[in-house]
């Protein structure tokens, strides 16, 4: 029996390894900002494109999760609201 295929996901154009099914905003948020800054003060704008049939391009906000697929683009802003 064969591996089953990689998949990978661009995060802000950088490419990164991914084994499951689904992935969170905050996950999405820490590959985009690893160092980045995270409180109340702090958000982040999440999009995706090239997703799933269903659901090719949207947005990812806090709490929420989205199905990947191999290839998957995510886009993330860092916003300061202070």
């Not at 998949?7 to 499951?20: E, L, M, Q, S």
């Amino acid at each position: 029996m064969a591996a089953p295929k990689p998949i990978h996901i661009y995060v802000r154009g950088r490419k990164h390894a991914f084994d499951r099914e689904k992935i969170a905003y905050k996950e999405v948020v820490d590959l985009g900002y690893p160092d980045g800054k995270h409180g109340p003060l702090y958000e982040y704008d999440v999009s995706w494109k090239d997703g799933p049939k269903d659901e090719e391009e949207g947005i990812l906000k806090e709490g929420d999760f989205v199905r990947v697929v191999d290839e998957m683009k995510f886009d993330v802003k860092f916003t300061d609201r202070s």
